[in-house]
């Protein structure tokens, strides 16, 4: 049975930074994507960020590029989203996916899901 377990959110003012840990168990990953979204209130699941678990691959989306890194630990089956330069509009709750085979943008394509952690930046 497959578990992605969010972990790092929290309460930040606008600049800092936080991290995201994202601990995946129950298969081996080797062939999937791994991917960050987010869903602010009133808002749809968005995709902020994925990797390509084997190649390292990485997509992200234009709001966030040049600011949050999506990083794999191979050994830890974890992946990370460091998040810099934090702004208001970055509140959301975060969740971690996972999607077999092909990259989709659309949280409909992805096979599984965490719990969701929050992230608040404050201004």
């Known amino acids: 049975q497959v578990q992605l377990v969010e972990s790092g959110g929290g309460l930040v003012q606008a600049g800092g930074s936080l991290r995201l840990s994202c601990a995946a168990s129950?298969?081996?990953?080797?062939?999937?994507?791994m991917g960050w979204f987010r869903q602010a209130t009133g808002k749809e699941r968005d995709i902020v960020a994925a990797?390509?678990?084997?190649?390292?691959?990485?997509y992200y989306t234009d709001s966030v590029k040049g600011r949050f890194t999506i990083s794999r630990d191979n050994a830890k089956n974890t992946v990370y989203l460091q998040m810099n330069s934090l702004k208001p509009e970055d509140t959301a709750v975060y969740y971690c996916?996972?999607?077999?085979?092909?990259?989709?943008?659309?949280?409909?394509?992805?096979?599984?899901w965490g719990q969701g952690t929050q992230v608040t930046v404050s201004s």
């Open positions: 129950g298969r081996t990953f080797s062939r999937y994507y």
């Open positions: 990797i390509n678990w084997s190649s390292g691959t990485t």
């Open positions: 996916a996972a999607e077999y085979g092909r990259y989709s943008n659309y949280a409909r394509a992805w096979d599984y």
